[in-house]
């Protein structure tokens, strides 16, 4: 894994290997930096993290929410994964969406943009936020609390950098968004590996990655310019999320 930094047109630079932090320093670096640089103030930093599926998002929020919980103290971070807001299956097969999970009409984007704007704006109550759970197949509600105390909320999904109606009122909220990449090779693995271990055969698998998560994955490389700064996860291992 190697971070590069993206300028405001959204061309990387990259900074030789030997002169640069390793990806997980720079990148739990460049989080407390929104809790403590300049303009941080005392609000609640909200940070997103972008990019295809089965790139590292995950992961890597993961990783910082741990990191930053253990220089600043329990529950200064939290989770807000896009994820909790899949539309149930029953609502997938009303809409007759099922092939197409996973693409940006089967989220319930207005829900996730109104628990962001609350998150941005409640620092006096617990909230909670839903995930996905991949052994049912479905979203569970209120897996993650987000505390009073919490100042920096994680939160991840493919189209934060939409700029379509409504990700890009919830993407007005953000201190900073950062694109997570890895290599197509390693993404389609990855791919295949969640879904033949949610039950289905490898054929099965390979066509939902071709005929759905490709193109989903195509869609979202087309907002990569919008994001502020560009984290490639090509040697994360995908994140293990359990019942």
């Known amino acids: 894994m190697h971070v590069e930094g993206t300028?405001?047109?959204?061309?990387?630079?990259?900074?030789?290997?030997?002169?640069?932090?390793?990806?997980?320093?720079?990148?739990?670096?460049?989080?407390?930096?929104?809790?403590?640089?300049?303009?941080?103030?005392?609000?609640?930093?909200?940070?997103?993290?972008?990019?295809?599926?089965?790139?590292?998002?995950?992961?890597?929020?993961?990783?910082?929410?741990?990191?930053?919980?253990?220089?600043?103290?329990?529950?200064?971070?939290?989770?807000?994964?896009?994820?909790?807001?899949?539309?149930?299956?029953?609502?997938?097969d009303r809409l007759e969406?099922?092939?197409?999970?996973?693409?940006?009409?089967?989220?319930?984007?207005?829900?996730?943009?109104?628990?962001?704007?609350?998150?941005?704006?409640?620092?006096?109550?617990?909230?909670?936020?839903?995930?996905f759970d991949r052994t049912l197949d479905e979203p569970v509600a209120a897996r993650h609390l987000i505390r009073p105390c919490t100042r920096l909320v994680v939160t991840e999904g493919n189209y934060l950098a939409s700029p379509a109606t409504p990700w890009a009122d919830a993407r007005a909220l953000l201190r900073e968004l950062w694109y997570v990449d890895a290599d197509h090779a390693a993404r389609d693995a990855r791919l295949l590996a969640r879904h033949t271990a949610g039950g289905e055969d490898h054929s099965t698998a390979r066509r939902r990655v071709d005929t759905n998560d490709r193109p989903n994955a195509a869609h979202v490389e087309t907002t990569r310019a919008a994001c502020d700064w560009v984290v490639r996860a090509d040697v994360f291992a995908p994140a293990r999320r359990t019942a």
Do not use: C, M, W
């Open 7 to 92: 300028s405001a047109a959204g061309t990387p630079t990259t900074v030789p290997a030997d002169e640069r932090p390793s990806a997980p320093v720079a990148a739990v670096e460049r989080a407390l930096g929104l809790l403590h640089g300049p303009g941080s103030g005392t609000g609640r930093v909200l940070l997103g993290l972008a990019g295809p599926p089965a790139a590292g998002k995950s992961t890597l929020a993961r990783l910082l929410i741990d990191a930053v919980n253990r220089h600043e103290g329990p529950d200064t971070a939290a989770y807000l994964p896009l994820d909790g807001f899949h539309l149930s299956n029953a609502q997938l």
């Open 97 to 131: 969406l099922r092939p197409r999970k996973g693409a940006p009409e089967t989220f319930d984007a207005f829900g996730y943009l109104a628990l962001v704007q609350r998150v941005a704006a409640d620092r006096f109550h617990d909230i909670y936020a839903p995930d």
